[in-house]
Structure formats: C-alpha cells, structure tokens
C-alpha cells in the first residue's frame, strides 16, 4: 500500500512497485479522485483508492476495508501537506496524525509485516557547531519556534522511531535529500522558480539533492528488505547553491541576509509562490550534507543518477 500516491514521487514509486516480476498487488491511496490515476499506470494489479487520511474514520476503513482484502504486506507512508505556507490543525492532521493512526492500526492488522516511512532532511538541525556530514544520530531540529512544516516532520518521523523493536512490524525511516520537482513541495524548485535568486551575501552553503529515480530505487530496495531502523538518502549532486542556480539557468543575487525573509515574503504574497526563507535560512548559511553510509551497507544503496538540471531549468520557467 503507498499513501500520497498521486505526487509525482508517489507515482513513480508505484510504477516501480507494478513492474518487478511476481504476482504482487498495490494499492494506491491519494486524497485525489481516481479518475485518470489507474490509465496512466495500466497494471491489472493496481488498485486505486481515494481516502482523507485527516479522518480517523478513513484510514480504520481503509486498512480493515482494502488493506486487509488485499493482503497487504507492506505500508509505503508518503503522504505529506505540500504547501510550506498552510498552517493549522488539518495540516498537522496529515502530516502527525494520519502517521500515528497507521502505525497504530498496522501493528494490531492481522497481514501488514513491514512499515516504510518516507521522511525528510529537514529533521536535521543545521548547525555550524555540528559536522557538515549529517549522520542518523545527527541532532533534530526541536525548536519550538521552527515552522510547522518542519515541527510536525519531526513529530512524523520520531513518532515511527518511537516505535521500532516494540511490534512485530518491521519499521524504516529513510530520512530523504530534497528532490527538487515541480508538485512535490519541494522548496528549492520554487525558490529556483524566481528569474533572480537572492541568497545570503557572502555565504555559499553545499547542498545534497536527490534525483527521482534514486528516491524511487531507495524505497523500493527498502521495501523489499526486512532492515529496521532510520536510513539516510542521499543523492548524486552535491554542489553549492550558487552552481545550483547557475545549474537551473538563473541569476543569483547577494543580499544582506537580514533583508530575504521580508523579500520573499512579499515575493509569496505578490506571486503566490511557496519558498519561505525562514525556513532555509540555515540551510542557505551553513552546509550539510547526508551521509549514506548506513544505506549503502543495509539497503545496498548509492546514488547514481544525477539530476537532469535541463529539465529542471524548462520547469521552473513554465
């Protein structure tokens, strides 16, 4: 079963699911209607259906309804609120909620083995008094005053670690770069999507980004694997962010740092577009990068796919 299955990760790691060999099923979950969902990913064994993970009601129904009719095996958990901008209680709902109520629900299902919880580098605290190569004991970020995106990643990803070695399922938290696309939430991509980029004058932070296709390749290798624990996923790409936006046919900018979270905070209330320099100002000071070792040895992945910063640059012009 993949939750979010209608973002574009979601999507792709679905096709991935449908085209190994053998006989097994997927059942596709999205807030979506599934009208045109199945006829893009033809599979006589995929089976789609649409749920609001923000109700208790409906994930209880999906599990002892679909879940359980389908035997389902293994949980891909990769639903997310995109907007980095919405607050609130149905946000968090998603993000929290929706992840605590599965795993609840998954350790009492009488099929359900294997638990995989898609969580993100912004779990990470970006420190300059930390080492630049983040490993999975690496300190979180547990500030109260951090956006709620990133509180309630933390809270999603902590609340599956909690967990692990206490049930029979088996639980991995792969901890993801940022895979910069459009639809994803990504905020690289949107802050790419400005003809100009303002960055933090003087500073030239290293980022690590992640293809598609390695995200697709980390999930599903961690699927098949019975490896519990939390896993961090790196990508091919580590460059600074002014190649970054040299990369995406851009014009980077300095400007005194104090000044870019009211610029692009008008830039949002103007354009209506999503990056929001308050949550990345760390990021955009300081490096940090992702160490895969733990995956390369577990889950026998490396990232060998660079991004196709062509086809990032048509994006972020559209």
Known sequence: MVTGATTPLGRSVTRALLARPGDGKVLAIGAESGAGFP??????????????????????????GSAKRHNVEVVVHAAHHRSARDVG?????LNVRSTRELVSLSERHPTIRRFVFLSHVDVYAVDPRQSVLITEDHPLEL???APQRVRDRVEADLTVCTRMGLADVKYAVLRMAEVPIADSGSQLFDYLRSRVCLRPLGFDPMLNLLSLDDAVDAVVRA?????????????????????VIALAQRSGFGVPGPLLTPLYGARASTRGLEFRYDMNHRRFHFSAILDGTRAKELL??????????????AAVRE
């Open 39 to 64: 006829s893009t990913l033809a599979a006589p064994a995929l089976y789609y259906e649409r749920a609001d993970l923000t109700r208790s009601r409906h994930i209880r129904s999906l599990l002892y």
């Open 89 to 93: 209680d149905a946000v968090h709902a």
């Open 143 to 145: 500030k109260g005053h």
């Open 223 to 243: 699927v098949d694997s019975d490896v519990e624990g939390v896993l961090n996923i790196p990508g091919a790409d580590t460059l600074p962010l002014s190649r």
């Open 300 to 313: 026998a992945y490396e990232p060998l796919r660079p991004l196709n910063w062509d086809a990032i640059a």
